[in-house]
Nanobody
Framework: QVQLVESGGGLVQAGGSLRLSCAASRRILSFNIMGWYRQAPGNQRELVATISSGGNTNSADSVKGRFTISRDIAKKMVYLQMNSLKPEDTAVYYC?????????WGQGTQVTVSS
């Protein structure tokens, strides 16, 4: 059973930064793609950023230039560096991993940005 454990969320003022971490229980290159998603109250879960096994990254237009996804293969970690945070970034952030058979979700970490 694959486990993904997020950490690094918290309360931050607008304009501040946070780095989220996702620890995987197995080699991250065994996944086709890993990513960060978020869900605000009353909203659907939405894609924030992804990184493929080949290292290609993609991000939502709303976070381009502010958020960066990265990984440490040896540590089995995926990160989301979030800069210039805005109140509208407030959400539960989830780590997701897809392999050839199924996808997996972490339990989420809360990010709250105050104005």
């Amino acid at each position: 059973q694959v486990q993904l454990v997020e950490s690094g969320g918290g309360l931050v003022q607008a304009g501040g930064s946070l780095r989220l971490s996702c620890a995987a229980s197995r080699r991250i290159l065994s996944f086709n793609i890993m990513g960060w998603y978020r869900q605000a109250p009353g909203n659907q879960r939405e894609l924030v950023a992804t990184i493929s096994s080949g290292g290609n990254t993609n991000s939502a237009d709303s976070v381009k230039g502010r958020f960066t996804i990265s990984r440490d293969i040896a540590k089995k970690m995926v990160y989301l560096q979030m800069n210039s945070l805005k109140p509208e970034d407030t959400a539960v952030y989830y780590c997701k991993a897809d392999d050839q058979w199924r996808y997996y979700w972490g339990q989420g970490t809360q990010v709250t940005v105050s104005s």
